[in-house]
């Protein structure tokens, strides 16, 4: 197995720069490549913040978190991301998307690099399929908080080598994190009992079971759930958690998994959660408030 050393990732989001917080962490030289300037500023300074909360929290000294910043680079180049041992993308859901960028960063390349896709719901095959390196591909699918959640889903399709599965899981560990392996079924083990809950969610707020509060307080308070699902919804984003949906719907054409009509409302009005400011709470002020739009 060779021993990773360079690690890039691929999309600076919210996914992105919380893979890059726990790779630089870890000990590991990284490189993000986003779409543009603004996007590769709006990282770092997400990358900085989160390495800021980690050490307030008293899990990073001030050293430490200095030490891993100078251990990471943003670049718009894809040619400079693409030299590293381990790729890790995590850019939009959308299987065109991810497919047309592992077929150029096949192409740069050396033949030993492996690649990882942090997709939620999308076939770990198809994207191998647009490469030349289907033994050396593979899902670590991470979850948000990237630096708060432990678990990483280790993705094995049917092309992933021995050695590549074998190298995901030295990454994890390094990284601090714990595994579970997976197979390559939209959804994977977490989302596939997650997604149809959160959607559950929209749905008896669509059929007015309860207000945005009041089904919120109770899950975290009848349930114990750290977070209400509508303000879960909220923190992955409305539109991933749409495209999440439609994938899953069109793997298992179940209608647990089919977006609600409300989500698509929502999204086409802009509301995209916690990334837009808005979604089922208004966010801006000290404390989300329940959104007085959503009625
Ligand atoms: N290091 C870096 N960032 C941290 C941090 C740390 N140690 N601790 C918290 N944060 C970040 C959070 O992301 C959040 O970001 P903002 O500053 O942008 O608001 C903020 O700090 C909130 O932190 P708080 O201290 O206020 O909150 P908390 O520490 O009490 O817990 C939580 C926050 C960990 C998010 C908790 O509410 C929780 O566990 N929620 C459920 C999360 C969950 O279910 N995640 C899975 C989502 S599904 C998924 O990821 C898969 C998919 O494919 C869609
Ligand atoms: P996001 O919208 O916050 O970030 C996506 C980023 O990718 C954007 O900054 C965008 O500029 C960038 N991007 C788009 N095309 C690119 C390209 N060709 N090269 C480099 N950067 C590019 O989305 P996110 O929530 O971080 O989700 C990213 C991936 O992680 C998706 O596949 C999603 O399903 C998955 N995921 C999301 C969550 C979640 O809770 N949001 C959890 C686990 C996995």
Not at 5 to 33: D, E, K, P, Q
Not at 59 to 87: C, H, K, M, P, Y
Not at 140 to 162: A, C, G, K, N, Y
């Amino acid at each position: 197995m060779s021993e990773l050393r360079r690690i890039a990732v691929l999309g600076g989001g919210l996914m992105g720069s919380g893979i890059v917080h726990v790779s630089i962490v870890g000990g590991y030289s990284t490189v993000c490549r986003e779409v543009g300037n603004a996007q590769c500023e709006r990282a770092h300074t997400a990358v900085k913040r989160s390495l800021s909360k980690a050490m307030e929290k008293g899990e990073l000294t001030a050293e430490a978190r200095d030490a891993a910043l100078n251990r990471v680079s943003f670049v718009t180049d894809l040619g400079s991301a693409a030299s590293a041992d381990l790729i890790v993308e995590a850019i939009v859901e959308d299987l065109a998307e991810k497919k047309a960028l592992w077929s150029a960063v096949d192409m740069l390349a050396p033949p030993a690099t492996v690649f990882a896709s942090n997709t939620s719901s999308l076939s770990i095959a198809a994207q191998a399929a647009a490469t030349r390196r289907g033994d050396r591909f593979i899902g670590l699918h991470f979850f948000s908080p990237v630096p708060v959640m432990q678990l990483v889903e280790i993705v094995r399709t049917v092309t992933t080598s021995d050695s590549t599965h074998a190298l995901a899981h030295e990454f994890v560990r390094r990284i601090g994190k714990i595994a579970i392996d997976t197979r390559d079924s939209s959804g994977f083990v977490v989302n596939r009992l997650l997604v149809p809950y959160l959607l559950d969610a929209i749905r008896a707020f669509e059929q007015g079971v309860g207000s945005v509060r009041d089904i919120d307080l109770g899950m975290t308070l009848g349930a114990g759930v750290p977070m209400g699902p509508l303000a879960l919804c909220d923190f992955v984003g409305l539109d991933t958690l749409h495209r999440v949906a439609e994938s899953m719907y069109s793997e298992y054409r179940d209608s647990r998994f089919a977006p609600p009509p409300l989500l698509r409302r929502m999204i086409v009005s802009g509301y995209l959660g916690r990334k837009s400011g808005n979604g089922f709470y208004r966010y801006g002020g000290n404390e989300p408030e329940p959104n007085a739009l959503m009625g």
